[in-house]
């Protein structure tokens, strides 16, 4: 099997960046816990909280990997931090 690259590991923790911003926005709402526009999720916020937190270290992680070196790479990350930034805060408000 071929080595992923920087570019590849990337891509695919988008879904983390994805799930932290739509939970930030749409809170309870957001289907990503089983929520809808209509009606909040019956997921209790520890339970959210613990989902946010598992796509933040999932984030974490794949920043430091040096193998490929997504640490090193000069490849814009912004997205990336920033949803660890914006989950930490979801987290430490919820």
Known sequence: MAEQTVAECL???TDSVTLINDINTNGKKSTYVGGTAEKDTDMEQAD???CVQRNVDHLELILEYTEPDVKGSSDDKSS???????GNAYIAAN
């Open 11 to 13: 891509t695919a923790a």
């Open 48 to 50: 959210i909280n613990a």
């Open 80 to 86: 990336y931090t920033g949803a660890v930034t914006t």
